[in-house]
């Protein structure tokens, strides 16, 4: 069982817009770290999506955005698009800088 | 453009040492100030994040597997390496190495290599 929390899966149709959420604890996003956010698409290596709370690394669509609120951190797609399909990871770390992450969400566009 | 690759044994023997190298490539691993790191997916699971070094030495080590875990780096050979002892079945998994960059991002990734523990 993951220390942070994720929905195990979300659905939208092309067009639309989705939230994954993730849910820490004050040991960990609520300690002010930092939540990332990656996508894994079937048979590849995860890819960087979101860092640092809410910035997208170069060639990352504007589509995907990443916000943090206390304990919790959230990634939103707008304009789903076939090609989003995929599981999508946050991460975060604790106070003895031991890496966390979240149990994964299975996107589904309908 | 950073570069990793792991290699290592695919098969290992129950109660052995599981070994992996990720040769990185494109850069120094010991230019700039990065933490390289493992992480682990066992087949149709999450990912687990496993552990990290710093190019000085310095290392964080998931808490569930430190009596276990240990990495380490050559910065002569641009290697950085995972030892992961006692294995059991529950340790079969696709098995990645990383760089933690900006903001402690994993912001590369090597491709994976798949590690079965098996007799």
């Known amino acids: 069982q993951s220390v942070l929390t994720q929905p195990p899966s979300v659905s939208g149709a092309p067009g639309q817009r989705v939230t994954i959420s993730c849910t820490g604890s004050?040991?960990?996003?609520?300690?002010?770290?930092?939540v990332h956010w990656y996508q894994q698409l079937p048979g590849t290596a995860p890819k960087l999506l979101i860092y640092g709370n809410s910035n997208r690394p170069s060639g990352v669509p504007d589509r995907f955005s990443g916000s943090k609120s206390g304990t919790s951190a959230s990634l939103a797609i707008t304009g789903l698009q076939a090609e989003d399909e995929a599981d999508y990871y946050c991460q975060s770390y604790d106070s003895s800088l031991s890496g966390l992450f979240g149990g994964g969400t299975k996107l589904t566009v309908l | 453009q950073v570069q990793l690759q792991e290699s290592g044994p695919g098969l290992v023997k129950p109660s052995q040492t599981l070994s992996l190298t990720c040769t990185v490539s494109g850069g120094s691993i010991s230019s700039g100030s990065y933490y390289w790191s493992w992480i682990r997916q066992p087949a149709g699971k999450g990912l687990e994040w496993i552990g990290r070094i710093y190019t000085s030495g310095s290392t964080n080590y998931n808490p569930s597997l430190k009596s276990r875990v240990t990495i380490s780096v050559d910065t002569s050979k641009n290697q950085f390496s995972l030892k992961l002892s006692s294995v059991t079945a529950a340790d079969t998994a696709v098995y990645y190495c990383?760089?933690?960059?900006?903001?402690?991002?994993?912001?590369?990734w090597g491709q994976g290599t798949l590690v079965t523990v098996s007799s």
């Open positions: 990383a760089r933690d960059g900006q903001w402690l991002a994993l912001d590369y």
């Open positions: 004050s040991s960990n996003i609520g300690a002010g770290y930092d």
